[in-house]
């Protein structure tokens, strides 16, 4: 990666995205958001070098983490949480809670309480 678009991507990109996801949880009041870890589910080993979404073959990598990646890349607290298995597959499904800057132990708390919840939802 060139220099240049290093330089943007810390200096300009990360911050409008950190300040995105602080204005977001601020004027929302909320403590976490939850949302699908991965927007498929998973794939079976050996056949994961593309996958389908919305009628085109793409690459796995890219299209697995595209849920879970602007937040890491910001820097703010996230965790994923299994959420059992897809029916027709039987492979697993997971979500994902996302929590603002500073918020681990909260989101760590929030997190224990919705496997509380679930427990035993996804077991059959």
């Given at each position: 990666m060139p220099a240049e678009a290093y330089?943007?991507?810390i200096n300009i990109h990360r911050p409008k995205l950190q300040a995105a996801y602080r204005d977001y949880f601020a004027s929302h009041d909320i403590s976490a958001i939850l949302f699908p870890t991965t927007p498929l589910v998973a794939r079976p080993?050996?056949?994961d070098e593309t996958v389908e979404l919305?009628?085109?073959?793409?690459p796995t990598f890219p299209t697995?983490?595209?849920n879970t990646d602007p937040g890491s890349n910001a820097g703010i607290p996230g965790i994923s949480l299994p959420a059992g298995l897809d029916p027709e597959s039987q492979?697993?499904?997971?979500?994902?809670?996302?929590?603002?800057?500073?918020?681990?132990?909260q989101l760590l708390s929030i997190a224990a309480a919705v496997e509380m919840a679930l427990k035993g939802y996804f077991d059959g």
């Open positions: 330089e943007a991507a080993l050996g056949q919305n009628g085109e073959q793409v697995y983490i595209q492979l697993p499904i997971g979500i994902e809670l996302d929590g603002p800057e500073g918020s681990d132990k």
